[in-house]
């Protein structure tokens, strides 16, 4: 920093990039041209001080040794870096201060200044550093709210909710001192059997669109940059392993992958986008200009960052072999559109500094990408006169990252995500059912996931992710079992606890305890499922792919056995991806599914079970019959269903997407078109209506799929185009209106344009993809038209006045698709 530089405010004139009072392009250009070409490449490249995650400090006796990203011991040479050698011509990201080891808010923001201060004053003009942290299921921090993960933040089918959920996170991140999160996934699920399953919003690419668009609101209207991942195709690797080959064409990506990112940046203002490991039919994504740049900035007009995911710019190198060293992988990722390097600078070192001296790279491609980080600087007011690194952590002392008020959004997203797969014989477990019974006196509780909550939370929730290498500390918030839950939700029963087995592995020790406390009892609740970690520590996440659909371990066995005593045995499933559970469902007496709930979690199943909580869950993903024959999502052409009878395996579901049970009934009739002809530019409105027929207030999620009858190349059968749900009263209904553009039918031709075309489609409403009682046919006429980035992007919903006491819940939902 030069004395300038130190010089107080007051004292001096500002400089032009200094001042507010420019316009921020005007202040960028103004720094651009003060940075040398060092200090241009420095802005490009991340420090991870303090990084412990490549090993356990105290390995529990006989834990594994836990990475938290593949083949980080061949980088382990950035980590000897000091973080003032690093800064030494500025730096662009500082990396996860608070969420690398356990730190208090006060302890966390004490580094951030700490790391800001070095970056600051060891740096010719002292820029300041972006502060990222990752936020998948909230702030991956020590004693942060643990949010529901994705998956459930999808069968909730409510944007309001996750909106609020992502701007309590961005609010509690931007009062310790950071400026941007890594979320959300808007990867879309190809097959079930991939770990990261539970980090998505599921299997359709509309419902990920629409809920992750109001992801990135909440969070960017909190004041934190959002970024979308992993673009894109890495969901769809070839047999379900992480980081494996996409073996997908254009034309697919097109349709099925990008949509969700295209309408997270229309509709939600997303500012940063982070570049998926996998090749696409041979091309990394990380040195893919057609992806990086002529989709997602010439054809979107995106202006934002591209940031490479953690490795991706030296992976070119050591896992992809497109590259020869690190410097060349620099030099295709910068020039495909990559323009900061995380979490350590490797690619986009000083190197890069002696190839334009070379002229082999063009300066003009490091402006390039400066000129956007510079620009989301500015934005952010790191570079205004007033900011400092302590008045950036002002709000430290203060957050609770685990609040009331937190809570409470976490136990209102846990409770409408719990799926009611089959009430069955036993739910509701409180009051009486049409058969006379009564709530049980004794219950007997087993399971592997029963009494460990961090089942409830996934593999990038810090109890998962973090606090494995330190041992001693718990899980930093208080988490509820279900046991906890249904010990207080029960107060009249006696419970018995026993776990019967782990998660994984072939113990059956436990069995003849839990055999015996389900024989003694009038019901059992046996909750099993997933634990998540990190690349194999885990049966679900990031790493953890699975081999088939079985449950993990022997938990089958287990409940094959419970059911074998005679005692009606409620099965809950808290996992992170789907599970076959055909062979299940003929011994249990009830199926819940729970997508790892989340801390509150607990209370959410239990309020499930004794009926106090109404379900409202749909499922974001199918449930398979059989665990083999996979993948298979919905959105299958005619020749991936099994309507042919051309294989003997049958591609059914046992629940199909969009389903979701209740202690009520519903049902949806009457569908009404406003047209049965619309030209390819014009629009329609199909409505239903929706009544409560049962004898208990509740929610239904109204359903609308389109199917192109006749197309050029082939398309879904089904394909989700709207919902809406809707709150009801007993014997109360209401009308259900959608807004149809044509565009909402374009899809991407043997041309590899995206087009509408003139010809019969279908229309379809109902509750599930295998519920859908209403339909009509409406002609499209005219010429067939193409279409961009300026298209219909979604299907507008409106509920009738009907249901006007629950409209306020609607609300959010109408305003994210409209």
């Given at each position: 920093m030069t004395?300038?530089?130190?010089?107080?405010?007051?004292?001096?004139?500002?400089?032009?990039?200094?001042?507010?009072?420019?316009?921020?392009?005007?202040?960028?250009?103004?720094?651009?041209?003060?940075?040398?070409?060092?200090?241009?490449?420095?802005?490009?490249?991340?420090?991870?001080?303090?990084?412990?995650?490549?090993?356990?400090?105290?390995?529990?006796?006989?834990?594994?040794?836990?990475?938290?990203?593949?083949?980080?011991?061949?980088?382990?040479?950035?980590?000897?870096?000091?973080?003032?050698?690093?800064?030494?011509?500025?730096?662009?990201?500082?990396?996860?201060?608070?969420?690398?080891?356990?730190?208090?808010?006060?302890?966390?923001?004490?580094?951030?200044?700490?790391?800001?201060?070095?970056?600051?004053?060891?740096?010719?003009?002292?820029?300041?550093?972006?502060?990222?942290?990752?936020?998948?299921?909230?702030?991956?921090?020590?004693?942060?709210?643990?949010?529901?993960?994705?998956?459930?933040?999808?069968?909730?089918?409510?944007?309001?909710?996750?909106?609020?959920?992502?701007?309590?996170?961005?609010?509690?991140?931007?009062?310790?001192g950071v400026h941007q999160g890594l979320s959300p996934v808007l990867d879309v699920v190809r097959d079930y059997r991939w770990g990261r399953v539970e980090e998505t919003m599921g299997e359709d690419p509309y419902l990920v669109a629409t809920l992750g668009a109001a992801y990135v609101r909440g969070l960017e209207n909190a004041g934190i940059i959002a970024t979308l991942k992993h673009f894109a195709g890495y969901s769809a690797s070839r047999a379900a392993r992480n980081h494996g080959p996409v073996p997908m064409g254009r034309r697919e990506l097109l349709d099925m992958i990008l949509p969700t990112f295209e309408t997270a940046i229309a509709l939600g203002g997303a500012r940063s986008v982070m570049n998926s490991y996998s090749d696409v039919d041979g091309v990394p994504a990380g040195a893919d200009p057609w992806l990086l740049t002529e989709v997602l900035r010439d054809d979107w007009g995106f202006t934002g960052t591209v940031v490479s995911d953690y490795w991706a710019v030296p992976f070119l190198t050591t896992m992809h072999r497109v590259a020869a060293d690190t410097g060349e992988a620099g030099v295709q990722a910068l020039t495909a559109g990559i323009d900061v390097e995380l979490p350590d600078t490797l690619g986009f070192g000083q190197d890069l500094a002696d190839r334009v001296r070379r002229g082999e790279l063009d300066e003009e491609l490091i402006d390039r990408a400066v000129r956007r980080l510079l620009t989301q600087k500015v934005e952010l007011g790191l570079l205004d006169p007033g900011w400092t690194p302590e008045q950036s952590v002002a709000g430290a002392a203060d957050v609770d990252l685990d609040s009331p008020a937190n809570r409470a959004l976490a136990r209102e997203l846990a409770e409408r995500s719990i799926i009611l797969l089959d009430a069955g014989t036993a739910l509701p477990l409180l009051g009486s059912g049409p058969d006379g019974r009564t709530a049980p006196r004794r219950v007997a509780v087993v399971g592997p996931a029963a009494h460990d909550p961090r089942t409830f939370m996934g593999c990038y929730a810090f109890p998962n992710h973090v606090l494995p290498r330190h041992p001693g500390l718990g899980l930093g918030i208080e988490a509820p079992s279900v046991l906890d839950a249904l010990t207080a939700e029960l107060p009249g029963a006696e419970l018995r606890y026993e776990k019967g087995c782990e998660v994984r592995g072939d113990d059956r020790s436990g069995f003849a305890a839990a055999v015996e406390a389900a024989r003694d009892a009038d019901v059992c609740v046996a909750v099993v499922g997933d634990l998540a970690g990190l690349f194999g520590q885990g049966t679900s996440g990031e790493g953890c792919d699975a081999e088939d659909l079985r449950l993990p371990g022997v938990q089958a066995d287990l409940l094959a056995e419970l059911a074998a005593t005679g005692t009606p045995v409620v099965v809950v499933v808290v996992s992170g991806r789907p599970y076959a559970l055909g062979e299940i469902r003929d011994g249990a007496a009830a199926l819940v599914q729970a997508f790892m709930p989340g801390e509150e979690g607990g209370a959410a199943i239990a309020g499930v079970l004794s009926g106090r909580v109404q379900p409202t869950g749909r499922l974001p993903v199918q449930i398979p019959r059989?665990?083999?024959?996979?993948?298979?999502?919905?959105?299958?052409?005619?020749?991936?269903?099994?309507?042919?009878?051309?294989?003997?395996?049958?591609?059914?579901?046992?629940?199909?997407?969009?389903?979701?049970?209740?202690?009520?009934?519903?049902?949806?009739?009457?569908?009404?078109?406003s047209a049965t002809e619309v030209p390819t530019d014009g629009e329609f409105t199909a409505t239903v209506t929706v009544r409560n027929t049962g004898g208990r207030a509740g929610e239904e999620v109204v359903q609308l799929y389109l199917n192109d009858l006749v197309a050029q190349v082939t398309r879904p059968v089904l394909q989700l185009t709207g919902y809406a749900r809707v709150p009801l009263e007993p014997g109360e209904s209401a009308d259900v209106t959608f807004r149809i553009h044509a565009d909402r039918t374009a899809f991407t031709g043997?041309?590899?344009?995206?087009?509408?075309?003139?010809?019969?489609?279908?229309?379809?409403?109902?509750?599930?993809?295998?519920?859908?009682?209403?339909?009509?046919?409406?002609?499209?006429?005219?010429?067939?038209?193409?279409v961009g980035h300026d298209r219909r992007l979604v299907t507008p919903a409106e509920v009738s006045a009907g249901a006007a006491a629950g409209q306020s819940r609607q609300g959010g939902a109408d305003a994210a698709q409209s």
């Amino acid at each position: 920093m030069t004395a300038l530089d130190r010089t107080p405010t007051a004292n001096r004139a500002l400089r032009p990039w200094q001042d507010p009072a420019l316009a921020v392009a005007d202040r960028v250009e103004a720094l651009l041209a003060e940075l040398t070409l060092e200090e241009k490449i420095g802005q490009l490249g991340s420090r991870w001080v303090g990084n412990d995650m490549s090993q356990a400090e105290e390995p529990e006796p006989g834990a594994e040794p836990l990475n938290v990203a593949p083949m980080q011991d061949v980088f382990a040479a950035s980590g000897t870096i000091p973080l003032e050698e690093a800064a030494r011509h500025g730096l662009g990201h500082l990396t996860r201060v608070h969420g690398s080891v356990p730190v208090t808010p006060e302890e966390g923001a004490a580094e951030v200044v700490r790391q800001q201060r070095i970056v600051i004053e060891r740096s010719r003009l002292g820029i300041p550093a972006i502060v990222h942290e990752e936020c998948l299921t909230g702030f991956t921090a020590y004693g942060a709210t643990v949010y529901p993960a994705a998956i459930a933040w999808a069968a909730t089918f409510d944007p309001g909710l996750v909106e609020r959920m992502a701007a309590a996170i961005g609010r509690d991140m931007r009062a310790v001192g950071v400026h941007q999160g890594l979320s959300p996934v808007l990867d879309v699920v190809r097959d079930y059997r991939w770990g990261r399953v539970e980090e998505t919003m599921g299997e359709d690419p509309y419902l990920v669109a629409t809920l992750g668009a109001a992801y990135v609101r909440g969070l960017e209207n909190a004041g934190i940059i959002a970024t979308l991942k992993h673009f894109a195709g890495y969901s769809a690797s070839r047999a379900a392993r992480n980081h494996g080959p996409v073996p997908m064409g254009r034309r697919e990506l097109l349709d099925m992958i990008l949509p969700t990112f295209e309408t997270a940046i229309a509709l939600g203002g997303a500012r940063s986008v982070m570049n998926s490991y996998s090749d696409v039919d041979g091309v990394p994504a990380g040195a893919d200009p057609w992806l990086l740049t002529e989709v997602l900035r010439d054809d979107w007009g995106f202006t934002g960052t591209v940031v490479s995911d953690y490795w991706a710019v030296p992976f070119l190198t050591t896992m992809h072999r497109v590259a020869a060293d690190t410097g060349e992988a620099g030099v295709q990722a910068l020039t495909a559109g990559i323009d900061v390097e995380l979490p350590d600078t490797l690619g986009f070192g000083q190197d890069l500094a002696d190839r334009v001296r070379r002229g082999e790279l063009d300066e003009e491609l490091i402006d390039r990408a400066v000129r956007r980080l510079l620009t989301q600087k500015v934005e952010l007011g790191l570079l205004d006169p007033g900011w400092t690194p302590e008045q950036s952590v002002a709000g430290a002392a203060d957050v609770d990252l685990d609040s009331p008020a937190n809570r409470a959004l976490a136990r209102e997203l846990a409770e409408r995500s719990i799926i009611l797969l089959d009430a069955g014989t036993a739910l509701p477990l409180l009051g009486s059912g049409p058969d006379g019974r009564t709530a049980p006196r004794r219950v007997a509780v087993v399971g592997p996931a029963a009494h460990d909550p961090r089942t409830f939370m996934g593999c990038y929730a810090f109890p998962n992710h973090v606090l494995p290498r330190h041992p001693g500390l718990g899980l930093g918030i208080e988490a509820p079992s279900v046991l906890d839950a249904l010990t207080a939700e029960l107060p009249g029963a006696e419970l018995r606890y026993e776990k019967g087995c782990e998660v994984r592995g072939d113990d059956r020790s436990g069995f003849a305890a839990a055999v015996e406390a389900a024989r003694d009892a009038d019901v059992c609740v046996a909750v099993v499922g997933d634990l998540a970690g990190l690349f194999g520590q885990g049966t679900s996440g990031e790493g953890c792919d699975a081999e088939d659909l079985r449950l993990p371990g022997v938990q089958a066995d287990l409940l094959a056995e419970l059911a074998a005593t005679g005692t009606p045995v409620v099965v809950v499933v808290v996992s992170g991806r789907p599970y076959a559970l055909g062979e299940i469902r003929d011994g249990a007496a009830a199926l819940v599914q729970a997508f790892m709930p989340g801390e509150e979690g607990g209370a959410a199943i239990a309020g499930v079970l004794s009926g106090r909580v109404q379900p409202t869950g749909r499922l974001p993903v199918q449930i398979p019959r059989a665990p083999g024959g996979q993948p298979g999502t919905y959105l299958q052409p005619p020749l991936g269903t099994d309507s042919h009878g051309i294989s003997n395996l049958d591609p059914t579901p046992l629940f199909p997407f969009g389903h979701g049970a209740s202690y009520t009934t519903f049902e949806v009739s009457g569908l009404r078109l406003s047209a049965t002809e619309v030209p390819t530019d014009g629009e329609f409105t199909a409505t239903v209506t929706v009544r409560n027929t049962g004898g208990r207030a509740g929610e239904e999620v109204v359903q609308l799929y389109l199917n192109d009858l006749v197309a050029q190349v082939t398309r879904p059968v089904l394909q989700l185009t709207g919902y809406a749900r809707v709150p009801l009263e007993p014997g109360e209904s209401a009308d259900v209106t959608f807004r149809i553009h044509a565009d909402r039918t374009a899809f991407t031709g043997r041309d590899l344009r995206r087009v509408v075309e003139p010809g019969d489609i279908e229309v379809l409403a109902g509750t599930s993809a295998a519920d859908l009682p209403c339909r009509a046919v409406v002609r499209l006429t005219g010429r067939a038209r193409h279409v961009g980035h300026d298209r219909r992007l979604v299907t507008p919903a409106e509920v009738s006045a009907g249901a006007a006491a629950g409209q306020s819940r609607q609300g959010g939902a109408d305003a994210a698709q409209s």
